[in-house]
Nanobody, 120 residues
């Protein structure tokens, strides 16, 4: 049972990236998928939570979108209008409780992270 992130990279300010969170060993259909990031000098923070509804941190609202593809057992984080402050390691995590609101420690499965760097 695991999730694997991919799609990170280097992008200029104002650019876009799409991160993928691919699950194996279980079906994502009724699992909550959270995206988190650790930016330099800060604690890991929640970016989005995708369950029956989808919630976003204020800092990314309107710029980031979580999209599920149940046929591919994958969740994508589509990021637009990226800024240098979005630089960090992005993680996806899966929670068997199909509802947002869990603490980070309550998520069941974590990926290894993918680096996103926004720089000119």
């Amino acid at each position: 049972v695991q999730v694997v992130e991919s799609g990170g990279g280097v992008v200029q300010p104002g650019g876009s990236l799409r991160l993928s969170c691919a699950a194996s060993g279980f079906s994502l259909d009724y699992w909550t998928i959270g995206w988190f990031r650790r930016v330099p000098g800060k604690e890991r923070e929640a970016v989005s939570c995708d369950a029956r509804n989808t919630y976003y941190a204020d800092s990314v609202k309107g710029r980031f979108t979580s999209v599920r593809d149940n046929a591919k057992n994958t969740v994508y984080l589509e990021m637009t209008s990226l800024q240098p402050e979005d630089t960090g390691i992005y993680y996806c995590a899966a929670d068997s409780l199909f509802a947002c609101g869990s603490l980070q420690d309550e998520y069941d499965v974590w990926g290894q992270g993918t680096q996103v760097t926004v720089s000119s």
